[in-house]
């Protein structure tokens, strides 16, 4: 597994060297003092997600996704501001 810090670097994506395939996603541990420096769509998103592991489903065999039920969530709206193009 290889990793990279993702975003604000609040969280790790971990992925397979060998294909590139995400597996998982570790929220990073912020102190308390770098939390309140956040702007309050990244503290309410670090709120929300530090009890969370994001784990890839679909690398599990013979384990149908499609047979959950799904939420889906616009960080691309909810995560201010945007990535610009350097």
């Known amino acids: 597994m290889g990793g990279y810090l993702f975003n604000k670097k609040g969280s790790k ?7 590139g395939v995400v597996v ?3 929220i990073a541990q ?3 003092e770098v ?3 956040m702007d309050e769509g990244s503290k309410k998103w670090y709120e929300g997600s530090k ?3 994001p784990f890839n489903l679909r ?3 013979d384990f149908d996704v ?3 039920k799904a939420d889906h969530f616009d ?3 909810f995560i201010q501001p945007r990535y610009v193009e350097p």
């Not at 994506?13 to 294909?19: E, M």
């Open 13 to 19: 994506k971990c992925f397979c060297k060998t294909c």
């Open 24 to 26: 998982i996603q570790e």
């Open 30 to 32: 912020i102190p308390d």
């Open 35 to 37: 939390v309140a420096k």
């Open 51 to 53: 009890h969370l592991t």
């Open 59 to 61: 690398v599990l065999n």
């Open 66 to 68: 499609k047979e959950l």
């Open 75 to 77: 960080g691309y709206n």
